[in-house]
């Protein structure tokens, strides 16, 4: 079966492809049956097959209602299923499986007409990544507040990383060039060298062995982050300086 594309897409466009397949299999296919699209049926296993032009929130309530009938429920979707390209499909695939659904994928291309089976309804076990979970612990402890807005798209976040480095900028700006050791005794943390070393935001540059100061572009950092600058000062006016 081939897609005429001059009209558009239909889920029934999908339903031919799909019960050819499942009766090669030797299922008893039928459409249409108390709501659900496909139900197929072989040897005492029933299966429910949602059809769907696109993926959608709608397409996924629909399913997990069926689940209620069987646990051996598909969702159907246009294809080509091509996992390399981009992360559509992971993304899908990964959801499916959490909700211990199946996919299947239909190639309408012309000549194509080809099922796909991606995977199949099963129990889904959490595998927690631990290594993922330390770092947004650390990332969090690491903040001394609150500075970002959530959702935010298209601006500088302000993480740890980054108030480090303001940090080391608020310093620099203050007593002039450092040594990693000497900013480390005003606070700036284990990971001053790092910081100075890697210098992701080209904020720094390093005047003689050792010993570090702000770049012309670390200098425009005193105006972007003022706020956080100004915190800085505050807690430098308690401490020693360290060229003492």
Same mark, same amino acid.
């Given at each position: 079966? /081939?897609?005429?594309?001059?009209? !558009? ?8 492809? +799909? ?28 299966? @429910? +097959?949602?059809?769907?032009? %696109? ?5 996924? &309530?629909?399913? &997990?209602? %069926?689940?209620? =009938? ?12 091509? #996992? ?7 993304? =899908? ?7 211990? $659904?199946?996919? @299947?994928?239909?190639?309408?291309? !012309?000549?194509?007409?080809? =099922?796909?089976?991606?995977?199949? #309804? ?5 595998? %927690? ?34 108030? /480090? ?8 700006? %203050?007593?002039? !060039? $450092? ?15 790092? =910081? ?32 956080? &600058? ?15």
């Amino acid at each position: 079966m /081939s897609v005429n594309r001059s009209r !558009p897409l239909r889920e029934t466009d999908l339903y031919e492809p +799909i019960r050819d397949y499942l009766v090669s299999q030797g299922y008893t296919v039928r459409a249409e049956v108390a709501d659900c699209d496909v139900v197929a049926y072989k040897e005492g296993e029933l299966l @429910i +097959i949602e059809l769907k032009r %696109r993926y959608s929130a709608d397409l996924l &309530i629909q399913a &997990i209602d %069926r689940q209620r =009938i069987t646990d051996s429920v598909y969702v159907a979707l246009p294809g080509p299923f091509d #996992p390399c390209r981009g992360s559509r499909w992971h993304g =899908i695939r990964k959801l499916l499986r959490r909700l211990e $659904l199946g996919l @299947i994928v239909v190639d309408l291309r !012309p000549g194509r007409s080809q =099922i796909k089976v991606v995977s199949h #309804p099963s129990p889904y076990r959490k595998k %927690r990544l631990k290594h993922k979970r330390l770092a947004v612990l650390e990332e969090m402890i690491g903040r001394s507040g609150n500075r970002n807005q959530g959702g935010s798209t298209r601006r500088k976040l302000v993480t740890a990383y980054r108030e /480090s480095a303001i940090h080391i900028v608020c310093c620099l700006e %203050r007593y002039g !060039p $450092l040594t990693p050791r000497q900013l480390r005794s005003l606070g700036t943390g284990p990971k001053t060298t790092s =910081i100075l070393y890697r210098d992701v935001y080209g904020w720094f540059e390093r005047v003689a062995r050792g010993l570090y100061a702000l770049s012309p572009l670390g200098r425009t950092a005193l105006n972007d982050y003022s706020e956080l &600058i100004d915190e800085y000062a505050a807690f430098l006016d308690e401490l020693p300086s360290p060229k003492d």
